[in-house]
């Protein structure tokens, strides 16, 4: 057992990471979305992990009570605190000691799991819920000498006609940050969308002050899938709900 009650689980061979509790942004209507919620100073945390997934409690869908209870409660943020340690690796890379990791339990928890972050905590939702992996949508380690980003840079991703982007992040100082979204000028498909699409915001710094804010119409480049080589596209972007924000952890 480990300081937050989880059981310890065999790491993937070769990352170095141990297996550890890694607690979850919950985000979505239409469907659930995890986001890990990373930190660079701790080596089984410098991942950013972007999932979709399927909550069930006992084969109940649990996603119309998180949509029910936001509705009720104006609740901003849900998180997950899974119930039994493991290594992140073990959701994307097979492993000759023992088996992918394709779903893990834990809890739904109004607001963060922890105080001092973007939404103080709650109740507890929903407890010994099962999250099975659908789809990864974004797995990166952060780089032990990353460059810095010439402007403000999010993945875009989603499907079923709901949007989302998610800052990219690279090094500390940094900033975590999810945000709904709506394409007004270009049909992006799920299977483009499933890619994570990397989108650049030109002459616009890189920073917490300059990330995007509920209610702005902008401008944004994209590179869209099967165009690499060549002139990334212009869309247009309406932001939606914000779903994240966070300094204090990736701030060394």
């Not at 998180?79 to 000759?96: A, E, K, Q």
């Amino acid at each position: 057992m480990d300081e937050h009650g989880g059981m310890d689980m065999p790491g993937m061979q070769g990352t170095g990471d141990r297996p550890a509790f890694h607690g979850m942004l919950v985000f979505g209507g239409r469907s659930v979305y995890l986001s890990h919620l990373p930190m660079f100073m701790a080596p089984a945390h410098r991942y950013q992990l972007i999932m979709g997934v399927a909550l069930d409690k006992a084969g109940t869908d649990q996603l119309p009570v998180i949509v029910s209870d936001r509705q009720k409660t104006g609740t901003r943020m849900y998180s997950f605190t899974p119930t039994r340690n493991f290594v992140l690796t073990d959701l994307v890379t097979p492993n000759p000691e023992h088996p992918r990791i394709d779903s893990f339990p834990g809890n739904v928890v109004r607001g963060h799991f922890e105080s001092g972050h973007f939404e103080a905590p709650g109740e507890e939702l929903v407890a010994g819920v099962v999250a099975r992996v659908e789809h990864v949508f974004q797995f990166d380690k952060f780089a032990d000498k990353p460059q810095a980003l010439l402007e403000l840079q999010y993945f875009l991703f989603g499907r079923a006609g709901e949007r989302f982007l998610a800052h990219v992040l690279t090094r500390p100082p940094d900033f975590d940050h999810v945000i709904g979204v709506k394409v007004t000028d270009h049909d992006f498909s799920d299977d483009e969308l499933a890619q994570a699409l990397r989108v650049s915001f030109m002459g616009r710094a890189n920073s917490p002050d300059a990330r995007l804010k509920v209610g702005e119409q902008v401008e944004a480049s994209v590179q869209a899938s099967g165009q690499q080589g060549q002139q990334p596209l212009t869309v247009h972007l309406e932001l939606d709900e914000e779903c994240y924000f966070e300094t204090a952890d990736l701030a060394e």
